[in-house]
């Protein structure tokens, strides 16, 4: 029988990011000023970020150097293992195989620290000395906190509240690595109180977190902000998984014929398989794989919502990206999946998925969580509940197979493990969980609001 599992020696950890903006089908649309309509300065930029992942997130070279200080903590858990989901196969009596690239080995236990590394190390270079950001589920906000400690550097961490209230382990991991924790919305920041005043029950969204994380940011010169997912410089720094990938599949002489990933702002997904896009593209692999992106139906950004320029946070303060939305004044129902509750998407997965390169599927709590229970009775891994929404999705795939007797490859990414999230899976097994479906009507209006601001915004 084939090895279960397939892994890298440490000497193979990739020595580049790669940058997917060369290889784009069109020019990504920029960011935009909403009163100039212009691409904002890079200096303006800096106000936020540290002046090298700016450079990054603007950067047409196609290979991006990982410094060796950043190569030394990744060998903490880096290279991660490649799985074939033997058990589950046979569970679900397909020809098809499954595979499973596990980032859930890593001191914070997601794929988040690939990022957070080197996001931290560039500001340590620059002399920053405290960083602020926001958290969902908690994995981005734990990640931040690791890296921030591997380097010296504070770290305020805004965690949606209802987040901060399932998941309380998430917080206590945080400020094991030293960091300020604060539920969002809060009383630290001056719109953190604006909106409790309006609504003393606000359960939190990502979008507002990032306001107050971004406000706290500019709070001092030697403060920055550093971001999870969705812009250009986070998703290069997760194409490690993606570039180990590929070189495990050359071991076992095998090749993905479709990708799945869940989708919150897109990062997790994208370093798996912006590499296997460059193959395709380069016409170095087989150029029938498909990549699928795996959403909830609770925050149907690309499903349901509309591909047009917004503000990445509530309180519009960013500069406008061009993205599928649903209105950044949307506040997402509490499903567990605290890490795919973000009204936006990535401008790059936007954009591939426009042009139709991506695909996207949409599934309900429920039936993602029946795919987390099956998968761990068989594989043994308790799977976080976002990247569920890939096992949903690989699962589908697997007994479509059955029916048709396609012997497929199919690759997922599980990018963190459950162990924070017994709630979400006591729930589960309570029968309490709701298949929540994002009403229509709401995203109507979120998108109204935003036309109303920036009537131009759907028609650049």
């Not at 195989?97 to 957070?116: D, F, L, Q, R």
């Not at 406008?320 to 567990?336: D, R, S, V």
């Not at 891994?381 to 497929?408: M, N, R």
């Given at each position: ?14 020595k ?11 020019p990504?649309?920029p960011?935009l000023?909403p ?14 970020f540290a ?40 569970a679900l009596k ?18 988040k ?15 920053i000395?405290k960083?602020?950001?926001e ?5 981005w906000?734990s ?17 949606v ?14 400020q094991n690595?030293g ?14 109180r ?10 939190g969204s ?7 994380a ?5 709070s ?20 490690v ?21 869940c ?14 896009y ?11 794989c ?13 499903t349901?919502g509309?591909?047009?320029?917004d ?45 139709g390169?991506?695909g ?6 429920v ?23 890939g ?11 059955k ?15 459950g162990h924070f999230?017994?709630?979400a ?20 209006e979120?998108?109204?609001?935003l036309?109303?601001m ?7």
């Amino acid at each position: 029988m084939q090895s279960r599992k397939i892994l890298l020696e440490e000497n193979e950890i990739p020595k580049k990011w790669y940058n997917i903006q060369p290889d784009l089908p069109k020019p990504l649309p920029p960011p935009l000023n909403p009163e100039t309509r212009e691409p904002p300065p890079p200096e303006m930029l800096e106000a936020i970020f540290a002046k090298e992942l700016v450079k990054q997130e603007i950067s047409q070279e196609r290979w991006i150097n990982i410094p060796e200080e950043v190569r030394e903590i990744y060998q903490l858990w880096r290279p991660t293992p490649l799985y074939r989901a033997i058990n589950l196969e046979k569970a679900l009596k397909t020809p098809a195989k499954i595979y499973y690239k596990y980032e859930g080995v890593s001191p914070p236990g997601s794929h988040k620290p690939n990022t957070a590394v080197a996001q931290a190390y560039y500001n340590m270079k620059e002399g920053i000395e405290k960083i602020t950001t926001e958290t969902g589920a908690g994995q981005w906000g734990s990640a931040l906190a690791f890296a921030c400690s591997m380097f010296g550097l504070k770290c305020a961490v805004y965690m949606v509240k209802i987040s901060y209230e399932q998941k309380p382990y998430r917080r206590v991991l945080m400020q094991n690595w030293g960091a300020e924790v604060f539920p969002s919305p809060s009383n630290n920041t001056e719109f953190g109180r604006r909106m409790l005043s309006e609504d003393p029950n606000n359960t939190g969204s990502l979008g507002l977190a990032i306001s107050e994380a971004m406000e706290d940011s500019l709070s001092s010169d030697t403060t920055k902000y550093a971001l999870g997912s969705v812009l250009n410089h986070v998703l290069l720094h997760q194409t490690v998984v993606g570039e180990e990938a590929i070189k495990q599949f050359e071991q076992v002489d095998d090749y993905p014929d479709i990708i799945f990933g869940c989708i919150g702002g897109g990062s997790s997904f994208s370093g798996l398989f912006w590499p296997f896009y460059y193959q395709k593209v380069a016409k170095k692999a087989p150029n029938n794989c498909e990549f699928v992106a795996v959403e909830p139906t609770a925050c149907p950004s690309i499903t349901k919502g509309k591909y047009m320029y917004d503000f990445p946070d509530v309180a519009a303060s960013g500069p406008m990206l061009k993205m599928h939305t649903l209105g950044h004044t949307f506040i997402p129902p509490p499903i567990h999946a605290g890490g795919l509750r973000y009204h936006g998407k990535a401008p790059t997965l936007c954009l591939l998925n426009i042009e139709g390169k991506v695909g996207v599927r949409a599934y309900n709590q429920v039936e993602v969580f029946e795919a987390a229970n099956l998968f761990a009775q068989t594989e043994g891994i308790i799977p976080a509940p976002e990247p569920a929404h890939g096992i949903k999705a690989a699962i589908d795939e697997a007994l479509k197979c059955k029916k048709t007797g396609e012997k497929k490859t199919i690759l997922f990414l599980l990018c963190g493990h459950g162990h924070f999230d017994m709630q979400a899976f006591d729930d589960y097994h309570e029968g309490k969980l709701v298949a929540y479906e994002y009403p229509k009507e709401k995203i109507e209006e979120s998108l109204k609001q935003l036309k109303e601001m920036v009537p131009w915004a759907d028609s650049v």
